[in-house]
């Protein structure tokens, strides 16, 4: 699939609810249709539901690449590791 390098910008328009769903709709199409899906995002949190490997870009260079429970609970690469503290923490 190919979609218009503007989709990220009127993704990130569209309420949570709507984002999850169509989240969601990527992540099926995926599995029924056995593809592969490149998913270019600055949202770690949707990145982190959709994707099975992620790579970080710093200033237009791959810094890191592993799976994302690697990225997200040992994160090596110091921008990795900024990018990850800054995710906001639930509660407790």
């Not at 699939?1 to 769903?21: K, R, V, Y």
């Not at 593809?35 to 791959?62: F, P």
Request: hydrophobic fraction near 45%.
């Amino acid at each position: 699939m190919l979609w218009p390098s503007s989709i990220g910008q009127l993704f990130s328009a569209l309420d949570i609810i709507t984002q999850s769903e169509i989240l969601q709709l990527f992540a099926r199409l995926n599995r029924e249709l056995n593809t592969g899906l490149l998913y270019i995002s600055h949202d770690l949190l949707s990145i982190a539901s959709l994707c099975h490997r992620v790579a970080i870009l710093h200033e237009g260079v791959i810094v890191e690449c592993a799976s994302t429970d690697q990225i997200f609970r040992n994160p090596r690469h110091p921008y990795t590791q900024r990018l990850v503290e800054a995710l906001p923490k639930h509660p407790i």
